[in-house]
Each structure stands twice: as C-alpha cells, then as structure tokens.
Nanobody, 121 residues
C-alpha cells in the first residue's frame, strides 16, 4: 500500500512563493523517483518536476528557474519550492511516485490527493 500526502498549497499574490511537501509511505523502495504534476480545469495533468533518488532532476520548461524540487530520502519526502509565481501557475498540484530514465519521467499510478495553488494577479 502506497500513500502520498501533500501539504503546503494556498493563495498567494503573483511574484510570491509557496513550498509544497509530499510525504510518501508504504512500498516505495521499488520506485526511484518522485514528481509533482499539476492540473487546471479542462486541461490534462502535466509534469512540473521530477527527482530521482540520486538527486537528478527534470523540470517543465514553464517552471525552469522559478521552481526547485528536492527530496529527503531519509524522510521519504519530496518538496517543491515555487518562487516568482504567476497566475498561470494556478492549479491543483499532485505528488506522484514513478521512475526517471534519460530525459523522461514515467509516472506510476500512485497519486496524492492534490493541493490547490492559487496565484492572484
């Protein structure tokens, strides 16, 4: 049984910052990567950032230079530091367990409940 619990969403003005956290528990050792996805109404869920156990990262072009993903392997926790937020970053953000090979993140079917991030202009 895998459980992912996100926290840290909220309402922030454009240009502000938020930090999301996701604590993973259960049968997670077989997954070498954690990632953050986001979904806006009427849009597909998209990868925001992913991080492998060895620390290698991948980012969507739209967040490069503004968002930073990190992880604490001892705590099985992944973080997403979001700076210089824009209204277009508004979405529900989901934590995911998966794998990361080459330049691709492959999500497994394990998702958190989601946390709302709203950026006002």
């Amino acid at each position: 049984q895998v459980q992912l619990v996100e926290s840290g969403g909220g309402l922030v003005q454009a240009g502000g910052s938020l930090r999301l956290s996701c604590a993973a528990s259960g049968s997670i050792p077989r997954f070498d990567a954690l990632g953050w996805y986001r979904q806006c109404p009427e849009k597909q869920r998209e990868l925001v950032a992913g991080i492998r156990r060895d620390g290698r990262t991948i980012y969507a072009d739209s967040v490069k230079g503004r968002f930073t993903i990190s992880r604490d392997n001892a705590k099985n926790t992944v973080y997403l530091q979001m700076n210089s937020l824009k209204p277009e970053d508004t979405a529900v953000y989901y934590c995911n367990l998966g794998s990361y090979s080459g330049s691709y993140y492959y999500p497994a079917n394990f998702w958190g409940q989601g946390t709302q991030v709203t950026v006002s202009s």
